[in-house]
C-alpha cells in the first residue's frame, strides 16, 4: 500500500512577508547604475535629473533646469549612458479616438479628483508632444538597451501623499516629501525639476519590483491600435491602494548616502 502524501501545509504569513520581503531585496540588488528622468518644457524650462542607485540603494542625487532637449542629452550623458530613463511624455500612442490610450482612460477612471491632470493626447502640444519622444528615440538609437518607461508626475504625486499637485504654494512639502521617498535631499528649483526627479524614482520603483503595475500593458480596446515610436517602453505604477514610504524599504544592510 502507498503511502498518502502529507498534507500541504501553508507557509506562515511572517513567512510569507520574509519571502516578499527578500524577493525585493533581491530586485534591489540587480539596479546599478544612473537613472535619468525628464521633464521637457519651453526654452530654459526643460526639467533633468539623474539619479545614481548602487545595488538597489540611491547615492546620488543632481538635477538642473536647462536650454532644451539637445541640452537635456548632453547633460544625461555627459559621464556615460543611462541604464534607464523616466520621461513625463507620451512614449506610447494610439490611433483611436482623440489619442486616447489605454493608460490615460485608467488614471482618469482611478484617480477621478484630479482626472484634469490627464490631457487628451490629441491636445498637447509643444515640448510635451515633440521633445519627449525626441529625447526618447535618441536614447534608443544610442542604446537600444535602455530601459524607458513613461511617467506622470502629478497623478503619481496624489497616489503618493493623497495631496494634489500644487508646486507653487507647496514647494517646501513637494521637496520633503521626494527627500522621504528617494532617501537624498531633493531641494528642486521649480516643477520642472521636481518632476524629473520623481520620474527618477518612478522607473528605480519599477525596476526594482516593487511597484508590479505598468500602465503600458493594459490592453487596447476595439478600433484601436497602440504604436510604439520609439520601440517598447514601460508605465510603471504602484499597487492601487499601495503607499511606500523610505521606512519599508527591505533592509540590506547598508544605510542611505547622502552626497549631494
Known amino acids: 500500500m502507498i503511502p498518502a502524501a502529507p498534507a500541504a501545509r501553508l507557509p506562515a504569513k511572517n513567512s510569507i512577508q520574509r519571502t516578499a520581503l527578500r524577493a525585493a531585496a533581491d530586485a534591489e540588488m540587480t539596479v ?3 537613472i535619468t528622468g525628464y521633464d521637457p518644457g519651453g526654452n530654459d524650462q ?3 535629473a539623474a539619479l545614481v542607485v548602487s545595488n538597489g540603494r540611491p547615492i546620488r542625487l543632481s538635477f538642473a533646469s536647462v536650454r532644451n532637449a539637445e541640452a537635456a542629452l548632453r547633460w544625461f550623458t555627459a559621464d556615460g549612458m543611462p541604464l534607464a530613463t523616466g520621461i513625463d511624455a507620451l512614449t506610447l500612442l494610439s490611433t483611436g479616438n482623440s489619442g486616447w490610450r489605454p493608460a490615460d482612460r485608467w488614471l482618469r477612471e482611478q484617480y477621478q479628483q484630479v482626472q484634469g491632470s490627464v490631457v487628451n493626447p490629441n491636445n498637447l502640444k509643444g515640448a510635451m508632444a515633440l521633445n519627449g519622444l525626441a529625447v526618447m528615440v535618441w536614447l534608443r538609437n544610442a542604446n537600444k538597451n535602455i530601459l524607458i518607461s513613461e511617467t506622470h508626475p502629478k497623478v503619481l504625486y496624489f497616489h503618493l501623499s493623497e495631496v494634489k499637485y500644487d508646486y507653487a504654494a507647496k514647494q517646501k512639502a ?7 521617498w528617494i532617501g537624498l535631499g531633493a531641494n528642486t528649483a521649480n516643477d520642472h525639476e521636481w518632476d524629473a526627479v520623481l520620474s527618477c524614482y ?6 526594482s519590483g516593487r511597484w508590479s503595475m505598468d500602465l503600458h500593458q493594459l490592453p487596447p ?3 484601436e491600435s497602440l504604436v510604439q515610436p520609439g520601440g517598447p517602453s514601460h ?3 504602484p499597487v492601487l491602494n ?3 514610504t523610505i521606512d519599508e524599504r527591505p533592509d540590506l544592510g547598508s544605510p542611505w548616502v547622502d552626497v549631494c
Open 242 to 244: 499601495e503607499k511606500r
Open 174 to 180: 513637494m521637496n520633503s516629501h521626494l527627500a522621504q
Open 32 to 34: 546599478t547604475g544612473k
Open 235 to 237: 508605465y510603471y505604477w
Open 221 to 223: 480596446t476595439d478600433g
Open 46 to 48: 526643460h526639467g533633468v
Open 202 to 207: 518612478a522607473v528605480l520603483e519599477g525596476m
